[in-house]
């Protein structure tokens, strides 16, 4: 019986070309885009990836955009968002053959991140409720839903201490059909990039990619202070 589990989601190592190919086949260009690993990227690679004004966000987009769809200016109920982003990570299991497959399941992402003023936890606990409203909104629970994450990220000058230790302790999970049509998670993270500092709730792997400093953000685990990458995202 031959078994096989298989993803859509793409690696953040990403399709990086050759400088020296890269610089001939496009002399004439101002300036090349590179990957998480510095790795000049074919053009072609950006064509559906936007430009943020805002320097920092657009090199946070470009270790996102090899797993997330990726949008800027966004809306949704009355708040705005710098960058959103969307992914989803579909599995099946195979018997013999690609055709006879069962075991289907799907996990999404939905990321919102905006720069603020100041990071409180007021506004974090608002970002909460909009995460439960669009869950009620955009979740359609099924046999084949695993899970779907609401993942908000705030861009501010510091992380206060009160915000730090809401971030680190927060974990909010909701089970659907008592799990029977999996789960939903809103997750949340603030960065301060001037300060190179990162926090992050415990199942916020996404804020990775905003620690450009090369550092991990600081979040609770449940041996207490622990730090991880994604290597999709960091590489």
């Known amino acids: 019986m031959a078994r096989e589990e298989r993803g859509e989601a793409t690696d953040a190592a990403g399709g990086g070309a050759d400088p020296d190919t890269a610089a001939a086949a496009d002399a004439d260009a101002d300036a090349y885009r590179t990957d998480a690993q510095g790795r000049i990227v074919d053009g072609a690679a950006y064509e559906d990836v936007p430009v943020w004004d805002d320097e920092f966000l657009d090199r946070v987009s470009d270790r996102l955009m090899f797993n997330y769809d990726l949008d800027r200016d966004y809306r949704v ?24 497959d069962y075991a289907n399941h799907h996990s999404d ?7 603020v003023d100041r990071a409180s936890v007021r506004e974090l606990e608002r970002l909460v409720e909009l995460g ?6 955009w979740v ?21 201490e009160a915000v730090r230790e809401f971030v680190v302790d927060f974990r909010e999970r909701q089970l659907l059909k008592y799990g029977y049509y999996g789960h939903y998670e809103i997750n949340l993270g603030v960065v301060a990039p001037d300060e190179e500092t990162a926090v992050a709730s ?8 905003f620690a450009l400093w090369d550092d991990v953000p600081e979040r ?8 991880r990458i994604l290597g999709k995202l960091r590489g």
């Open 77 to 100: 109920r009355g708040e705005s968002f710098d960058l959103f982003g969307t992914m989803r990570i579909a599995s099946q299991k195979e018997f013999f053959h690609p055709s006879l």
């Open 109 to 115: 992402e939905h990321l919102f991140a905006r720069r």
């Open 132 to 137: 439960h409203d669009l869950a009620d909104e």
């Open 140 to 160: 359609e629970g099924d046999e084949e839903h695993y899970g779907t994450d609401f993942s908000f990220v705030l861009v501010a000058d510091e992380v206060p």
């Open 202 to 209: 415990r199942e916020a792997d996404a804020v990775a990619a």
């Open 220 to 227: 609770r685990g449940r041996r207490g202070l622990v730090s």
